[in-house]
C-alpha cells in the first residue's frame, strides 16, 4: 500500500469531522530488521518488532487525528490537542529510537579499528575509547526504563553520553544520535531477568561499527555547515 493510500484509510477510520482539516499528516511505515544475533532469544526479538509496529501504527492514527483536531480552544492544562501532540512526540521518538538501535545491534562481525572516525571522535572527547564505553555502560543503567544513546552535540560541537527516560524524557535538543541501546525493561527481562549490565555487555559485543561509522561520518558533515 502507497504512503498517500495508508494516510487516507487511516483518516476515514477516524469519526467524522464538521470542521476544516489541515492536511499535515506524516504516514510512517515499519521497516525490516534481520537479528541474527543468538544474545537475544527468538522471543524476545519478535516481542520486539511488534512493540516496534505498534509504535508506528500509533504514531500514524496520531498523526491522521491531529490533522482534524480543534486549534481554537487549547490549553496548557487539558486539550486534546496537546494529548496528541504529546502523544505524537512520544510514539515518534519510539518508533526512530527503535529503528536506531535495531540497525546498530547483531552484527556477528562486530569491529572497530582505532583509525576509524568513530574511534577516533570517542578517544577524543571521552578521553580514551574504553573511558566512552564504561561512561555509556553507566547511561545504561541510569536510564529509567528507557534509551541510551550517545550524540553529537551541535551545541557542545562534541559527542556526549544520555540516558533517556521513556521514549520522550531527558531528549537533549541539537542532538543527532550515533549509537543507541534500548535499556527498557522488555528489552533484557526475558533473557537476562533484572541483569542490564550484562545485557547492555552483550549488546555492545556485537554493535554494528560499519552503520556506526556511517552516522559519524553524517555528525561530522553536519557540523561543518553549522560552524
Not at 106 to 115: A, G, V
Request: charged share 25%; aromatic share 14%; net charge negative.
Amino acid at each position: 500500500m502507497k504512503i498517500r493510500d495508508l494516510k487516507d484509510v487511516i483518516r476515514d477510520s477516524l469519526p467524522s469531522q464538521e470542521k476544516p482539516v489541515v492536511s499535515e499528516s506524516y504516514v510512517a511505515e515499519p521497516k525490516q530488521y534481520k537479528l541474527p544475533t543468538e544474545m537475544q532469544s527468538p522471543g524476545a526479538k519478535q516481542s520486539h518488532f511488534e512493540l516496534y509496529q505498534g509504535y508506528i501504527k500509533s504514531f500514524n492514527t496520531i498523526s491522521a487525528k491531529l490533522d482534524a483536531a480543534d486549534r481554537s480552544d487549547v490549553s496548557s492544562n487539558s486539550s486534546d490537542f496537546r494529548s496528541l501532540k504529546i502523544d505524537e512526540t512520544y510514539n515518534m521518538n519510539a518508533a526512530y529510537l527503535h529503528e536506531l538501535y535495531f540497525a546498530n545491534i547483531s552484527d556477528l562481525q562486530s569491529e572497530i579499528t582505532m583509525d576509524s572516525l568513530a574511534y577516533m571522535r570517542l578517544s577524543r572527547d571521552f578521553g580514551t575509547f574504553d573511558d566512552w564505553q564504561r561512561d555509556f555502560m553507566a547511561c545504561c543503567q541510569a536510564s529509567r526504563c528507557g534509551w541510551a544513546m550517545t550524540y553529537y552535540s551541535f551545541w557542545l560541537q562534541r559527542y556526549v553520553n544520555c540516558p533517556i527516560d521513556l521514549h520522550s524524557t531527558s531528549v537533549p535538543t541539537g542532538a543527532y544520535p550515533v549509537i543507541v541501546m534500548d535499556v527498557w525493561q522488555h528489552a533484557y527481562y526475558r533473557d537476562y531477568l533484572r541483569d542490564v549490565k550484562t545485557y547492555t555487555v552483550a549488546m555492545m559485543k556485537e554493535l554494528n561499527w560499519a552503520v556506526i561509522e556511517g552516522r559519524f561520518e553524517k555528525a561530522e558533515a553536519i557540523s561543518k555547515v553549522l560552524r
